[in-house]
């Protein structure tokens, strides 16, 4: 049998181990925290954005940012079946008005459809379209008041906390993915990437 002092030792020593690998952890989350830190502005800026884009280009947002007139559903991004459309205002055409199948809240039958209060397109007036953008374009046209929804950068900082239809990409009902990232990881990005100049990739150095 082994002595109790042996044990005693070799459990301290673990613990000195473990306490050692957690030091080492934390040192090297605070030296990447440094070097974020002391990275110069533009670049900084543009690393966040990496984060908003992978929200953006996400199901969740990109089914209804599109260019043409026919909105996409699930996370194959497949045209809405029963050929809907955008209609006028954005919400419909017709008798196939979007709140005839889009209620309030998330339908509780699998498959069913999503729902907001009010849910609807961007108006053909303003489409608000990213469908096929590079991260450049994306960046872009987020920041231009002529096509996102005429807002200023502190208002595009509120929409994306406060919006119902954006915060609903994170509960988007039965079997659909939600964006890469958390909302507040998302709002983090968007925070950072305005505060340290809203910089932009450039689209002719990068892959569509």
């Known amino acids: 049998m082994m002595p109790r002092a042996w044990f005693l030792k070799t459990a301290v020593l673990l613990a000195g181990i473990c306490l050692s690998l957690s030091a080492w952890q934390s040192l090297g989350q605070t030296r990447v925290a440094i070097r974020e830190e002391r990275l110069p502005d533009r670049e900084k800026s543009i690393r966040a954005f990496a984060t908003v884009a992978s929200v953006l280009l996400s199901p969740r947002c990109l089914n209804c940012h599109i260019h043409g007139d026919s909105p996409l559903q699930g996370d194959a991004e497949t045209p809405h079946n029963m050929n809907v459309k955008r209609g006028p205002d954005g919400r419909g055409q017709a008798a196939m008005r979007c709140t ?3 209620q309030a809240e ?5 498959h069913g459809p999503p ?21 450049g374009e994306l960046c872009q046209s987020i920041k231009d008041p002529r096509t996102n929804g005429n807002r200023t950068l502190a208002e595009l900082l509120e929409h994306v906390r406060d919006d119902p239809f954006v ?27 305005v505060e340290s100049g809203a910089s932009c990739p450039q689209p002719e150095t990068e892959p569509r």
């Open 167 to 193: 915060n609903w990409g994170w509960n988007p009902g039965s079997a659909r993915t939600t964006p890469p990232v958390s909302h507040e990881e998302f709002v983090a990005a968007v925070v950072l990437w």
């Open 106 to 110: 998330n339908s509780s039958e699998p």
């Open 100 to 102: 005839n199948c889009h």
């Open 115 to 135: 729902g907001r209060e009010g849910w609807r397109l961007p108006p053909p007036t303003m489409r608000l379209a990213w469908q096929g953008l590079s991260m």
